[in-house]
């Protein structure tokens, strides 16, 4: 059972656009900044979004992020089959003084 | 050009103490902002963040874990070191270490090993 929660999957067609959300509360997402991570299969994940809403350099705008009390969401437009994988939301937790990670989301583009 | 690389057990025994090696290049962890945590991944479940190690010693653990998990540093060898004691099978996961950078607390990890599977098995 994951701090953050997610949902387990979502899936659009190529070109449109999904939301992928994280839940949290006001000892996580409320207070600190978010960040998502997307995975592939079998390799280390990648930061895509940080302090709720940057890109880190090379990462196309079509990846969005934001933030509004104690949930976050993650945007993806323009969907492409290359963008099929796992997506990560993160924070810390302050009362927990840990970093915590939402339990993930499988993204596919049919 | 920030890299870090994994290393340790493949294998180790239920009860044992496993030890985990972070080598990074291209950083300091002794530049003030600078952070290395550790994060692992049950094969098919999801990422659970373990540890951190400050630029300036402080840590911080998961407190699920925090009685079994040690984490320090060898400045000069450019390493981290996370110990698990009295490992489980449920602790069979891929272990990542990852780079930080940032003076607030959180979790934006920009750089990342490649990952480092450990079986727990008798």
């Known amino acids: 059972q994951s701090v953050l929660t997610q949902p387990p999957s979502v899936s659009a067609a190529p070109g449109q656009k999904v939301t992928i959300s994280c839940s949290g509360s006001s000892s996580n997402i409320a207070n600190n900044d978010v960040s998502w991570f997307q995975q592939f299969p079998g390799t280390a994940p990648k930061l895509l979004i940080y302090d709720n809403t940057k890109r880190p350099s090379g990462i196309p705008d079509r990846f969005s992020g934001s933030k509004s009390g104690t949930s976050a969401t993650l945007g993806i437009s323009g969907l492409q089959t290359g963008d099929e994988a796992d997506y990560y939301c993160?924070?810390?937790?302050?009362?927990?003084?840990?970093?915590?990670f939402g339990g993930g989301t499988k993204l596919t583009v049919l | 050009q920030i890299t870090l690389k994994e290393s340790g057990p493949a294998l180790v025994k239920p009860t044992q103490t496993l030890t985990l090696t972070c080598t990074f290049s291209g950083f300091s962890l002794s530049d003030i902002g600078v952070s290395v945590g550790w994060i692992r991944q049950p094969p098919g479940k999801a990422l659970e963040w373990l540890a951190l190690?400050?630029?300036?010693?402080?840590?911080r653990y998961s407190p699920f874990l925090k009685s079994r998990l040690t984490i320090t540093k060898d400045t000069s060898e450019n390493q981290v070191v996370l110990t698990l004691t009295s490992v489980d099978p449920v602790d069979t996961a891929t272990y990542y270490c990852a780079h930080r950078l940032g003076l607030v607390r959180g979790v934006d990890f920009d750089y990342w090993g490649q990952g480092t599977l450990v079986t727990v098995s008798s």
């Open positions: 993160a924070t810390w937790d302050s009362s927990l003084r840990a970093g915590v």
């Open positions: 190690l400050y630029w300036d010693d402080d840590k």
